[in-house]
């Protein structure tokens, strides 16, 4: 038998566990403010439930446009720049309804987005919408 230069060794297949994405885990608080973790008067990073850190993971999710942060794969992130090129503002609500909604779905702690409520000024647009997540009440949010 000959002898390969490189061994070959045989690998377990590793299952990925649903439940365990689904948890909801104690995490550090952010202020959306500073743009930094929260501190205490002792100057320690505040701590934050499980159900207040999957808030703040929706909002930087919405706030994040896809493919301009490389810490993040392609798949995190809204493309809001491209729903602003949309010709119409019908055009461009239903384009931001849309990111945003596959934008917060590829959490499997997401169960739903929806009523949507769009509040247009000269320059800008505020965003407000439902958020379901799993095991949790539901919760308004606005971008």
């Known amino acids: 038998m000959?002898?390969?230069?490189?061994?070959v060794i045989q690998t377990p297949e590793i299952q990925a566990a649903k439940q365990y994405d689904r948890v909801y885990r104690q995490s550090y608080q952010w202020d959306f403010s500073t743009g930094d973790f929260e501190r205490d008067g002792a100057n320690r990073v505040a701590q934050c439930s499980g159900a207040e850190a999957y808030r703040a993971w929706c909002m930087k999710a919405v706030m994040t446009e896809r493919g301009t942060c490389l810490a993040y794969p392609n798949t995190v992130g809204a493309?809001?720049?491209a729903a602003f090129q949309k010709p119409s503002q019908k055009a461009q609500?239903?384009?931001?309804e849309r990111t945003i909604r596959e934008t917060l779905m590829t959490n499997p702690r997401t169960e739903s987005v929806r009523d949507f409520l769009f509040t247009w000024k000269s320059d800008s647009v505020l965003v407000a919408f439902t958020v379901k997540a799993i095991n949790q009440d539901s919760f308004r949010m606005e971008v």
């Open 2 to 7: 000959a002898q390969t230069l490189f061994p």
């Open 79 to 81: 493309e809001m720049a």
């Open 93 to 96: 609500e239903s384009a931001i």
